[in-house]
């Protein structure tokens, strides 16, 4: 069974049909679930990062903002995740051979091993160093963005 | 209404309007750049109005979560602003059609109303100047009001391309 066979057999499965063809608002929804997690996602991971490099909150300690934002970010993923695969499952002839979608997982991909690699450690320290938050920050913020442009390029390529 | 849509098509037909519709990469980036730019300011927001709605952060004191949050809001709505003004400027006419993008307008304009009644009335209060644990319930609802009008302009806003005109 090649992927294209794999590919086609989940494109006619029923859950499939039902997203696809029942009507095109429940796309829109899906659409809109995708945009509405990813905003909870990124803010939140905006607003931790803020704290890390001393630029909001500064009297506050770390840990405890970092706490309850990062719920917000599991929220954010979660609706993300769900809503997506849902999308993919509709239609995932489309999005496999999407050059954009590719590059977009490979972008997921490396957000996620950055966020446990440097970022979590950063934010669960109670003073990490400057010059490791900031890298931490940077480099986070810098891939999370660079998966939601990537992701919006999808429908034009 | 039949001058606006006349200025409107003569926008759209603009060498600049022309030039961002048909670029290959123009139109995803400008959009790319609308999403990240509205993730920091709407989503920031969301997060104020969370906190104002008491059930976020609860033990930074009012005034940090408004002063220290707002310069990231005005840069990500200047994003925002800027590359919505480009995507609108490539398909006016289209836009001035679409009940979705009127509906966002809408919305839009209510939000700013909302938050300039809480800027300059809501926050002017003592309880609320000095981040006291306990403030008026009008707070609550303001970050209520906030939190429901900016998501429904992000929904009208993805809607844009659903609805038919």
Sequence with gaps: ?157 | MSTLMALAEQIEASSMGVAIAESRYAYPIIEGIHLVGLSISIGLIFLTDLRLMNVFLKRVPLQDMLRHLRPYVIGGFVAVFVSGGLLFWSAAARMLESPAFIAKMLFMVLACINALYFEFVIAQREPVKQSHSVVPSSVRYAGFASLSLWTLVVVCGRLIPYLPS
Excluded: C
């Design chain 1, 1 to 157: 069974m090649s992927t294209h066979d794999v590919l086609t057999w989940i494109q006619d499965s029923a859950l499939a049909h039902t997203i696809s063809k029942t009507d095109h608002l429940v796309g829109a929804g899906l659409q809109i679930v995708h945009v509405m997690g990813l905003v909870a996602l990124l803010a939140s991971l905006v607003l931790i990062s803020l704290h890390l490099l001393g630029l909001a909150f500064k009297h506050h300690p770390t840990v405890e903002i970092a706490k309850e934002s990062t719920r917000l970010v599991w929220w954010g993923l979660t609706l993300t995740a769900l809503s997506g695969t849902l999308m993919f499952i509709a239609t995932p002839t489309l999005y496999f051979y999407n050059p954009a979608f590719r590059l977009k997982m490979v972008l997921f991909f490396v957000a996620v091993v950055v966020q446990l690699a440097l970022f979590r450690r950063a934010a669960n320290q109670t003073s990490p160093t400057p010059s490791f938050a900031k890298v931490s920050v940077a480099v986070s913020l810098a891939a999370w963005f660079s998966v939601a442009m990537a992701g919006r390029m999808i429908g034009f390529i």
